[in-house]
Antibody, heavy 124, light 106 residues
Framework: EVQLVQSGAEVKKPGESLKISCKGSGYSFTSYWIGWVRQMPGKGLEWMGIIYPGDSDTRYSPSFQGQVTISADKSISTAYLQWSSLKASDTAMYYC?????????????????WGQGTMVTVSS | EIVMTQSPATLSVSPGERATLSCRASQSVSSNLAWYQQKPGQAPRLLIYGASTRATGIPARFSGSGSGTEFTLTISSLQSEDFAVYYCQQYNNWYTFGQGTKLEIK
């Protein structure tokens, strides 16, 4: 079964650092882009960035550039999202998701496999 | 940045009836448009990609249409499990989601 399994919920204080994870299984982890998506409480979905685990090529949404770091360790099929100094406004559910590869188009398109989400709560 | 606008924000429909959800892009995204369904407490699920192609395992009552800047998701005969929030997303120029349409029981 193709799946992405994310790390558990986190409760942190402002200014603390955090790294959450997303482990892929059931497919070639190095051959598909993995994206991160934020969902603030009661709000919609926001794309944060993507990484290609095969070579760690990373692209960020302008809204999140410099605010977070996306990385991957292909040896353990895991992608990461990290913060160096959390703010209360980082409180949200964070999803990882795999980009679907279109063999017909020879390109990646929609997010077809999603992790279960990691809830991050930042509060003093 | 391409802005995706969904309408209406909330749609009330009775089970068995048809639901039509709209999504508009601020500039052309060709057919690079996906639809997702999200139920409370769950991750989003891909329904449609390429504006009109159903993802694996998605029932035939879900259909997508449109190209350029105007798109529609139609659910032909609503089942109880279809009441959820639906998001459109463009992937023509990076990725942008609409704000969502909540489909509720009338």
């Amino acid at each position: 079964e193709v799946q992405l399994v994310q790390s558990g919920a986190e409760v942190k204080k402002p200014g603390e650092s955090l790294k959450i994870s997303c482990k892929g299984s059931g497919y070639s982890f190095t051959s598909y882009w993995i994206g991160w998506v934020r969902q603030m409480p009661g709000k919609g979905l926001e794309w944060m960035g993507i990484i290609y685990p095969g070579d760690s090529d990373t692209r960020y949404s302008p809204s999140f550039q410099g605010q977070v770091t996306i990385s991957a360790d292909k040896s353990i099929s895991t992608a990461y999202l990290q913060w160096s100094s959390l703010k209360a406004s980082d409180t949200a559910m964070y999803y990882c998701a795999r980009l679907r590869y279109s063999y017909g188009m020879g390109s990646y398109d929609a997010f077809d496999i999603w992790g279960q989400g990691t809830m991050v709560t930042v509060s003093s | 940045e391409i802005v995706m606008t969904q309408s209406p924000a909330t749609l009330s429909v009775s089970p068995g009836e048809r639901a039509t959800l709209s999504c508009r892009a601020s500039q052309s995204v060709s057919s690079n448009l996906a639809w997702y369904q999200q139920k409370p407490g769950q991750a989003p699920r891909l329904l449609i990609y390429g504006a009109s192609t159903r993802a694996t395992g998605i029932p035939a009552r879900f259909s997508g249409s449109g190209s350029g800047t105007e798109f529609t998701l139609t659910i032909s005969s609503l089942q109880s499990e279809d009441f959820a929030v639906y998001y459109c997303q463009q992937y023509n120029n990076w990725y942008t989601f609409g704000q969502g349409t909540k489909l509720e029981i009338k």
